[in-house]
């Protein structure tokens, strides 16, 4: 009797174990590290690495080595050409070899004015799917509603600071064996996000909502519920005075639409398995 009950109380505890998300992440798990602002690294379980807006100096960011050592990295993915976006893509594909996956008229210009090497670029546009073998997953470059100027690095006395870096994007990224993951770029809401999930069932949604430059938490609270994600990770937000948007603040609009549930809170620093 007494065996019989102790049988029962490893089954029971085995069970428990089996359906805890640790247990879950240690097979074929993806890893989401978040530096801050809008850059992210993503393991996948085949072990490539996809960086996306690769901002790694950001003040936000605890790390300070992650530039001098950025270790392996397949790809790098960059939304809009504004600054806190494309980071510190070049120096990171300089010394990495990583192939630069983004628009058509973003790359062009990465490469003559930015200097990426001109070799490693992919490019397509919105609506368009890439392959990531060494990372085995595609990406489709979705449309986001923002700008997307670039800077030039040494500009001329009179003339120009930017040149132009076409239409900003969003990123839905599918993980062989993991989770499929949008990234909005800098957006506001838009209706646009209605077709995410007719096409993608999204397990995380990354989601700008510190405002003035991109939609707000009340303005992402609906974007979520448009793109129907089964979590949420709140990002570009306190990165600056200006981007006041809040977690809780979010927690707060979702819960109007009875969506709090979704919502996962990150720090700079922090990694999350999926
Ligand atoms: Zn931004």
């Known amino acids: 009797m007494l065996r019989t009950m102790r049988c029962a109380l490893w089954a029971l505890l085995l069970a428990a174990v089996a359906a805890s998300p640790a247990a ?26 996809i960086l996306i807006d690769p901002w790694l100096t950001v003040l936000t960011n605890p790390d300070k080595s ?56 992919v490019t397509a546009c919105s609506g368009g799917t890439v392959a990531m073998p060494k990372a085995g997953a595609r990406v489709t470059l979705v449309n986001a509603a923002h700008g997307s100027d670039l800077l030039i690095p040494k500009p001329p006395e009179s003339g120009p600071v930017t040149v132009p870096g076409g239409n900003p994007v969003g990123f839905v990224l599918q993980i062989d064996g993991g989770p499929t993951i949008y990234h909005t770029g800098d957006t506001d809401v838009a209706e ?4 995410i999930p007719m096409f993608n069932r999204i397990d995380v949604m990354l989601a700008c ?29 306190g990165t600056f005075p200006v981007l006041a948007g809040t977690p809780e603040e979010l927690r707060a609009a979702l819960a109007k639409r009875g969506l709090a549930g979704k919502l996962i809170v990150m720090k700079p620093g922090e990694d999350r398995t999926f």
Do not use: C
């Open 24 to 49: 879950l992440a240690a097979k074929g798990q993806t890893k989401l590290h978040w530096y801050g602002q809008s850059a992210w690294k993503i393991e996948t379980p085949s072990g490539g690495v």
């Open 66 to 121: 992650s530039i001098a050592e950025p270790g392996r990295v397949d790809y790098i993915l960059i939304s809009h050409g504004h600054f806190d976006h494309v980071g510190n893509a070049v120096e990171i594909g300089k010394k990495t070899g990583a192939v630069l996956i983004t628009t058509a008229d973003l790359g062009r210009n990465m490469v003559a004015v930015a200097g990426y090497p001109k070799d490693k670029v």
């Open 192 to 195: 646009d996000m209605k077709l």
């Open 209 to 237: 909502i510190g405002g003035n430059f991109t939609m707000d938490p009340v303005r992402a609270a609906l974007a979520v519920q448009w793109a129907k994600p089964t979590h949420v990770i709140p990002m570009h937000y």
